[in-house]
């Protein structure tokens, strides 16, 4: 005959879920009141807590049409300097982009410089800047305030973008006025080195033709020789064949000679390259490094406390306690095996 299968045996350390579940019915009034009095503080938590606000301003690339003044500048300026410097200083200056502009706008706003000059300006406690970074691709420049002042922070937002926009483009400016100058002074002191060079070559010339005049007295030759028609061009060594006539009339001339420029062949170059230079000049009202994307002033936006999430987060939290703590009180009421 087959024995009947005996039913299983369940200790006591078994979980019954029957029994679990009895358990949580009959305990709900305390699992409500555990729960009720989290989401209390966490309630009173995000209320209470004094909200944080935040404002982002971005600054996006100009246009290329705002760049050109500054870019024939460029071309005026570096490349025609190539050619006298032979290329030394033609890369000092660089000619804008968008993104080399943009790219201005964003050292100059995350300087430390510019930060404590923005608020010694201010003479404010307004929050610093907590976030300044370049968008994707350099596709625009974001600063990012915030503070439990929405008012203040947007103001400050605001006007902490248009002094960077504005500081960015005086030092874009001044780099270039200060390169241009610096160009002018090499200019000068070349056209200053090629005249006094020609200065001492007249001398070293008037010297040769003296000597020459001496020797042509000496021998008592006053006019070149008849040489048959032919001409002949006597210098050097053989300058005293013109003639001490000729030589006196030669010196008396170069001793008269008093402005030089007209004899050396490199200055007229130089001197259109000098008038060019002077000739440079950058309308800043013309020339823009990046443009704010907001058409309005910016409004903060309040970013902390989240309260709905932290609420939501109460209620989850106070539940989970709440079992937790039925079910421990279950266990330890639960016999022993």
């Known amino acids: 005959m087959q024995q009947p299968t005996p039913s299983p045996n369940y200790s006591n350390d078994e979980i019954d879920l029957r029994e679990l579940a009895h358990t949580l019915w009959a305990s709900k009034w305390l699992i409500l009141l555990i729960t009720f009095v989290v989401t209390a503080g966490a309630a009173a938590y995000a209320y209470l807590t004094p909200p944080t606000y935040q404002v982002q301003v971005d600054i996006v690339p100009p246009h290329i049409q705002s760049l050109n003044n500054y870019n024939m500048a460029y071309e005026l300026s570096g490349p025609a300097m190539g050619a006298i410097t032979n290329g030394a200083v033609a890369s000092e200056i660089v000619a804008l982009t968008p993104a080399t502009a943009l790219q201005a706008v964003y050292t100059t706003a995350a300087s430390v410089e510019f930060r404590q000059s923005f608020q010694e300006l201010l003479n404010t406690s307004l929050p610093t800047v907590s976030s300044v970074a370049e968008g994707p691709g350099s596709a625009k420049v974001s600063m990012v305030w915030q503070g439990q002042d929405p008012k203040a922070i947007a103001q400050g937002a605001n006007r902490y973008a248009t002094l960077a926009l504005a500081s960015a483009k005086d030092q874009l400016l001044n780099n270039l006025d200060s390169t241009i100058a610096r160009y002018q002074v090499s200019i000068k002191q070349q056209i200053a080195t090629l005249r006094e060079g020609e200065k001492i070559n007249l001398n070293n010339e008037i010297t040769q033709l003296q000597e020459a005049l001496a020797l ?75 443009l704010m ?45």
């Open 216 to 290: 042509a007295v000496a021998i008592g030759l006053e006019r070149p020789s008849d040489s048959g028609g032919l001409i002949t061009l006597h210098i050097g060594e053989m300058a005293y064949l013109r003639g001490a006539q000729a030589l006196r009339a030669d010196i008396a001339l170069r001793q008269a000679r008093t402005n030089l420029d007209p004899y050396i062949n490199e200055l007229p170059n130089i001197l259109k390259k000098q008038a060019l230079l002077s000739s440079i000049q950058v309308d800043p009202n013309q020339l823009t490094v990046g």
């Open 293 to 337: 994307a907001q058409t309005t002033p910016p409004v903060a936006q309040q970013i902390k406390p989240k309260k709905q999430l932290i609420i939501a987060l109460g209620i989850v939290l106070g539940g989970m306690l709440g079992v937790f703590l039925v079910l421990i009180r279950h266990a330890l009421r639960r016999p022993s095996a």
